[in-house]
């Protein structure tokens, strides 16, 4: 089983509000990241956890905020975004052991910002 | 500055022929890659991968070979079906760094089976 779970699928918001996607992976993964997707664009890294601690953070602005609460989750915390934000928001998770780097993806939460 | 490059943003194969889809990568310490298929508004689901220290890689329909002196992958489909159609992006990382700096992605390229 390779399955990664993404709440919610669609999300409408306004600049002002505060909402927050949310993540599951039961598979034990060890190694979690957020991507963020334009309309016909790659995803573009934007955290990564690695044992439930950040890792990386890509110069991603702060209305941008993440958080890991155990193993099996990973948030993403959404404050005063730009219209420019709306996007495909893309997690994965990997096994995190050396030689398994395989990134496992959910369905993705298609945000769209008012 | 891409490091990641597919050239071809759509390819159309006729149904039960070969589909060649090519990716190109500048960064040398790049050591692993994959690709990945794309349906709309879903998130991308993986195929195939294969190590710098290999230079083919075998799952079934699915073929992947690397060229490593000219930084070239290729994933070949035979047959092509119709369930094929979509849009495969070639992902690379470093093993050195334990994966943990993400995939970089090209900008994929939309596959079209045409019956």
């Known amino acids: 089983d390779t399955e990664v779970t993404q709440t919610p699928k669609h999300l409408v918001m306004g600049m002002t509000n505060k909402k927050s996607l949310k993540c599951e992976q039961h598979?034990?993964?060890?190694?979690m990241y957020w991507y963020k997707q334009k309309a016909k664009k790659p995803p573009e890294l934007m955290f990564v956890?690695?044992?439930?601690?950040?890792?990386i953070n890509e110069s991603v602005p702060s209305r941008f905020s993440p958080e890991c609460p155990n193993s099996s989750l990973l948030n993403l915390h959404l404050h005063a975004l730009q219209p420019e934000d709306s996007a495909l928001y893309l997690c994965?998770?990997?096994?995190?052991?050396?030689?398994?780097?395989?990134?496992?993806f959910g369905p993705g939460t298609r945000l769209l910002v008012l | 500055d891409q490091q990641v490059k597919q050239n071809s943003p759509s390819l159309s194969v006729q149904e039960g022929r070969i589909s060649i889809l090519n990716c190109d990568y500048t960064?040398?310490?790049?050591?692993?890659f994959l690709w990945y298929k794309k349906y709309p508004a879903e998130g991308p689901t993986f195929l195939i991968s294969?190590?710098?220290?290999?230079d083919k890689n075998e799952d079934g329909r699915f073929t992947v070979f690397l060229n490593k002196s000219a930084k070239h992958l290729s994933l070949h489909i035979v047959p092509s079906q119709p369930g094929d159609s979509a849009v495969y992006f070639c992902?690379?990382?470093?093993?050195?760094?334990?994966?943990?700096?993400?995939?970089?992605f090209g900008k994929g390229t939309h596959l079209i089976i045409q019956p």
């Open positions: 992902a690379a990382t470093m093993r050195s760094g334990g994966g943990a700096d993400g995939l970089t």
């Open positions: 294969i190590s710098s220290i290999k």
């Open positions: 598979m034990g993964h060890r190694a």
């Open positions: 994965a998770s990997r096994l995190g052991l050396a030689y398994q780097e395989t990134q496992y």
């Open positions: 960064n040398s310490m790049f050591d692993y």
């Open positions: 956890y690695s044992y439930e601690k950040l890792s």
